[in-house]
């Protein structure tokens, strides 16, 4: 790994207990005139929604005024999700109502890319409707390094603080897609991207300049989408990872990630198309890249993976020697 | 009618004029508490294991901006809201531990008009409503004379024997007009004694040079068994009110192996000490006899001992919560304490324990409090500490 890729790690990569001080947090905000913006997008999630509004409203708009304006944008649920979320206060949209000339589609993705016309922070924090261990560190994990640093327009969440086994290691604690698809494409592909590690997490922070000029995908395909297209355009530099510890939310069934996967394939392809390497294909890279967490320290784990391969056996002269083989 | 008595139900009633616009206010202001019940309510605080929930509440009484913080060597949490004269001092108290081990999963769900979770009932809404107590006052308008002394009590439930409550009040130094306990559970409930009480445990352990041959001989369970029958032999009183309640089992672990040992969890409640002791002498007996005449080795523990004590009826303390219920639509129900209470009056306050809304499923996993009757259930504890403060349960 080069220092540039090391550096990185070490400067980007923050815990969420590096910003418990949210008095400072708000001076410093106020101090660099920036509002901000939280969104929720949510389908049937009637279950998860209440404490979501009630806790990060009273926290962060209430108790600490880091949350300038807060809004649940609604796909279309056919349970109580509005009803709970007004209830507690939660400013309620329908997506298909926000900019309507350009017609309606159904994805979370559309929420996402409503809001940037329907809320006017200068930094829009996402976050996910079905996260039942909902706390303030989900917000302002991700909003404080975009408060801190001017260079950052782009914060990522992780999660599940690293505990040492036996062994006194464990991996990073991404999702399957996200090790079984994600990082070795990511490997083979963008290799300096691999670096962050938890590539397909829900929650994010990004200021509106950056938002405002990369194209939404309406489905599975947003967060890797938002990932390679600032890449593209920024660099490596313009992104930032926080540790927000331990996320419980609903497990899918393997079909649901088969759906998942195919649909993050199709923009994952369609960006190395535009981006010209499908066409000009470089070598492939050999090397995997994964994280290992040891005494609280993230390192990423680089292995050679050379997937040799031997000719059809015809071509081999002992094989066509063979007495049954003419 | 004497002029100090016109008085004090003057003050009253201007204090309850002022109810239903008050608890419609404190409804606007739910937020606050309502976040603090979840956020508490997802920390495992075990009895012994309080120190997080604790640490929190610390951190709620700093940002409330409440002058000294912190947490004292028993492992209570406590601060205070000075008053304008500071002269005496009025304890609200809530206990931080819960009946759920920290691995039973914590956590709440919020609906429109309820929230379901381990504790939330008992007692992370307790601990909420009273963290929130200085900025409702502040939001409502109430400036206290006295000193509002905030305790986050821990240890109180079963084998800790109220230690926590009754470290804090030992080392107390303050004069204290009359305590308040707050609880989730129930809206109506009226607490103004405490129940003697005696909590304990027997052990039955079969042992390793056991006679398997003997006449009778049989494993743990079929011992236990044996030893409840004998238990449930001893005469109960109906005068005074006594009651022995069985309420846990422990023995065995498989479908074919006789366990060795097993232990058996009581309780025993009375209107009379004497009784208690004497139902405490006769177990002992019972133990000593049935170890005696099966060759087991039987060990009664007392965990946990309470006296009776209370303060009357008639007691203004008293009167006046019943007359905020009242005004309220709230029934009072008058429920005698095994609890924290228990503690305060024994030290000599003056004290009550309420209820703040109702509850289903109390102490299941599924533990659930409506909201809709929360807010009065908050407006009867504001309300009952401006009577307090203005002198009006004074004996």
Same mark, same amino acid.
């Given at each position: 790994m080069s220092m540039k890729e090391n550096n990185w790690i070490d400067r980007n990569t923050f815990h969420h207990s590096d910003f418990w001080d949210l008095i400072k947090l708000v001076e410093e905000k106020e101090k660099k005139g920036l509002k901000i913006s939280l969104c929720i997008p949510t389908l049937n999630e009637e279950k998860t929604i209440g404490k979501e509004v009630l806790i990060l409203r009273s926290e962060l708009m209430e108790r600490?005024?880091?949350?300038?304006?807060?809004?649940?944008?609604?796909?279309?649920?056919?349970?109580?999700?509005?009803?709970?979320?007004?209830?507690? /206060?939660?400013?309620?949209?329908?997506?298909?109502?926000?900019?309507?000339?350009? /017609?309606?589609?159904?994805?979370? /993705?559309?929420?996402?890319?409503?809001?940037?016309?329907?809320l006017k922070g200068d930094i829009i924090c996402y976050v996910d409707a079905d996260i039942s261990n909902i706390h303030p560190r989900f917000v302002y994990g991700l909003v404080a390094p975009l408060i801190h640093r001017e260079e950052i327009s782009y914060v990522k969440a992780f999660y599940d603080r690293p505990l040492n086994y036996s062994s006194g290691l464990r991996p990073s604690g991404g999702g399957r897609v996200t090790e079984i698809l994600i990082r070795p494409l990511f490997s083979l592909f963008y290799p300096e991207l691999s670096q962050i590690i938890q590539p397909l997490s829900g929650e994010y922070a990004a200021r509106r300049e950056v938002l405002e000029k990369i194209p939404f995908p309406i489905g599975y395909g947003v967060e890797t989408s938002h990932l390679l297209d600032l890449y593209q355009l920024y660099g490596l530099e313009t992104f930032a990872q926080t540790d927000l510890d331990r996320r419980v939310?609903?497990?899918?069934?393997?079909?649901?990630?088969?759906?998942?996967?195919? /649909?993050?394939?199709?923009?994952?392809?369609?960006?190395?198309?535009?981006?010209?390497?499908?066409?000009?294909?470089?070598?492939?890279?050999?090397?995997?890249?994964?994280?290992?967490?040891?005494?609280?320290?993230?390192?990423?784990?680089?292995?050679?993976?050379?997937?040799?391969?031997?000719?059809?056996?015809?071509?081999?002269?002992?094989?066509?020697?063979?007495?049954?083989?003419? | 009618m004497p002029v100090e008595q016109i008085d004090t139900e003057a003050l009253l009633n201007d204090l309850l004029r002022d109810f239903?616009?008050?608890?419609?206010?404190?409804?606007?202001?739910?937020?606050?508490?309502? !976040?603090?019940?979840?956020?508490?309510?997802?920390?495992?605080?075990?009895?012994?294991?309080?120190?997080?929930?604790?640490?929190?509440?610390?951190?709620?009484?700093?940002?409330?901006g409440l002058s000294n913080p912190g947490v004292d060597e028993f492992g209570n949490a406590s601060a205070q809201l000075p008053g304008t004269e500071g002269q005496s001092s009025i304890l609200i108290m809530a206990h931080a531990d819960c009946v759920f081990s920290p691995e039973?999963?914590?956590?709440?769900?919020?609906?429109?008009?309820?929230?379901?979770?381990?504790?939330?009932?008992?007692?992370?809404?307790?601990?909420?409503?009273?963290?929130s107590l200085p900025?409702?006052?502040?939001?409502?308008?109430?400036?206290?004379?006295?000193?509002?002394?905030?305790?986050?009590?821990?240890?109180?439930?079963?084998?800790?024997?109220?230690?926590?409550?009754?470290?804090?009040?030992?080392?107390?130094?303050?004069?204290?007009?009359?305590?308040?306990?707050?609880?989730?559970?129930?809206?109506?409930?009226?607490?103004?004694?405490?129940?003697?009480t005696l909590r304990g445990e027997i052990t039955l352990q079969v042992p390793s040079d056991y006679d398997w041959k003997r006449f009778g001989a049989s494993g743990a369970i079929s011992h236990l068994t044996g030893l409840i029958n004998q238990i449930r032999e001893i005469p109960i009183p109906k005068e005074p009110?006594?009651?022995?309640?069985?309420?846990?089992?422990?023995?065995?672990?498989?479908?074919?192996?006789?366990?060795?040992?097993?232990?058996?969890?009581?309780?025993? !409640?009375?209107?009379?000490?004497?009784?208690?002791?004497?139902?405490?002498?006769?177990?002992?007996?019972?133990?000593?006899?049935?170890?005696?005449?099966?060759?087991?080795?039987?060990?009664?523990?007392?965990?946990?001992?309470?006296?009776?004590?209370?303060?009357?009826?008639?007691?203004?303390?008293?009167?006046?919560?019943?007359?905020?219920?009242?005004?309220?639509?709230?029934?009072p129900q008058v429920d005698p304490s095994t609890g924290d209470l228990n503690a305060l009056i024994l030290g000599g306050l003056p004290a009550v324990t309420l209820g703040l809304t109702t509850v289903e499923n109390l102490r299941e996993i599924n533990e659930t409090i409506q909201l809709d009757p929360l807010y009065s259930g908050m407006c009867q504890l504001v309300t009952l500490i401006q009577a307090i403060d203005q002198g009006i349960c004074e004996a």
């Amino acid at each position: 790994m080069s220092m540039k890729e090391n550096n990185w790690i070490d400067r980007n990569t923050f815990h969420h207990s590096d910003f418990w001080d949210l008095i400072k947090l708000v001076e410093e905000k106020e101090k660099k005139g920036l509002k901000i913006s939280l969104c929720i997008p949510t389908l049937n999630e009637e279950k998860t929604i209440g404490k979501e509004v009630l806790i990060l409203r009273s926290e962060l708009m209430e108790r600490y005024p880091l949350v300038d304006e807060f809004a649940v944008i609604d796909s279309g649920s056919e349970d109580k999700t509005l009803e709970v979320a007004s209830n507690y /206060g939660a400013d309620v949209y329908l997506a298909s109502d926000i900019l309507p000339e350009v /017609g309606n589609k159904r994805g979370k /993705g559309e929420n996402l890319w409503k809001a940037i016309h329907q809320l006017k922070g200068d930094i829009i924090c996402y976050v996910d409707a079905d996260i039942s261990n909902i706390h303030p560190r989900f917000v302002y994990g991700l909003v404080a390094p975009l408060i801190h640093r001017e260079e950052i327009s782009y914060v990522k969440a992780f999660y599940d603080r690293p505990l040492n086994y036996s062994s006194g290691l464990r991996p990073s604690g991404g999702g399957r897609v996200t090790e079984i698809l994600i990082r070795p494409l990511f490997s083979l592909f963008y290799p300096e991207l691999s670096q962050i590690i938890q590539p397909l997490s829900g929650e994010y922070a990004a200021r509106r300049e950056v938002l405002e000029k990369i194209p939404f995908p309406i489905g599975y395909g947003v967060e890797t989408s938002h990932l390679l297209d600032l890449y593209q355009l920024y660099g490596l530099e313009t992104f930032a990872q926080t540790d927000l510890d331990r996320r419980v939310h609903r497990n899918q069934t393997t079909n649901a990630l088969g759906k998942m996967s195919f /649909g993050i394939l199709q923009t994952f392809f369609n960006r190395l198309h535009t981006q010209g390497k499908l066409d000009r294909m470089p070598d492939l890279e050999t090397f995997y890249r994964r994280f290992e967490v040891e005494d609280g320290n993230y390192r990423q784990l680089i292995q050679e993976v050379v997937e040799e391969e031997r000719p059809p056996m015809i071509e081999i002269e002992g094989y066509r020697n063979r007495p049954d083989i003419s | 009618m004497p002029v100090e008595q016109i008085d004090t139900e003057a003050l009253l009633n201007d204090l309850l004029r002022d109810f239903p616009s008050r608890t419609e206010k404190i409804r606007e202001k739910k937020d606050s508490f309502l !976040t603090d019940a979840v956020l508490l309510g997802e920390i495992p605080s075990p009895t012994f294991g309080e120190q997080e929930r604790v640490r929190t509440v610390v951190d709620r009484f700093r940002e409330n901006g409440l002058s000294n913080p912190g947490v004292d060597e028993f492992g209570n949490a406590s601060a205070q809201l000075p008053g304008t004269e500071g002269q005496s001092s009025i304890l609200i108290m809530a206990h931080a531990d819960c009946v759920f081990s920290p691995e039973v999963r914590h956590e709440i769900q919020v609906g429109s008009d309820s929230m379901t979770g381990p504790g939330i009932a008992d007692n992370a809404l307790g601990l909420a409503a009273m963290i929130s107590l200085p900025r409702l006052l502040k939001e409502l308008g109430i400036e206290l004379r006295d000193n509002l002394i905030l305790v986050a009590n821990c240890k109180s439930l079963g084998r800790a024997n109220l230690e926590g409550a009754h470290g804090f009040l030992e080392t107390m130094s303050q004069p204290v007009r009359a305590g308040i306990c707050v609880e989730g559970s129930t809206l109506g409930r009226l607490s103004y004694s405490g129940l003697g009480t005696l909590r304990g445990e027997i052990t039955l352990q079969v042992p390793s040079d056991y006679d398997w041959k003997r006449f009778g001989a049989s494993g743990a369970i079929s011992h236990l068994t044996g030893l409840i029958n004998q238990i449930r032999e001893i005469p109960i009183p109906k005068e005074p009110k006594t009651q022995l309640v069985f309420g846990g089992l422990k023995c065995g672990s498989s479908y074919n192996t006789s366990p060795r040992q097993g232990s058996l969890r009581f309780e025993i !409640t009375s209107e009379e000490d004497g009784i208690i002791g004497q139902m405490e002498n006769q177990l002992n007996e019972i133990c000593e006899q049935f170890s005696a005449e099966t060759g087991t080795l039987v060990n009664m523990e007392v965990v946990a001992k309470r006296q009776n004590c209370g303060i009357p009826y008639t007691h203004p303390l008293v009167k006046t919560t019943r007359s905020i219920m009242q005004k309220a639509g709230i029934t009072p129900q008058v429920d005698p304490s095994t609890g924290d209470l228990n503690a305060l009056i024994l030290g000599g306050l003056p004290a009550v324990t309420l209820g703040l809304t109702t509850v289903e499923n109390l102490r299941e996993i599924n533990e659930t409090i409506q909201l809709d009757p929360l807010y009065s259930g908050m407006c009867q504890l504001v309300t009952l500490i401006q009577a307090i403060d203005q002198g009006i349960c004074e004996a």
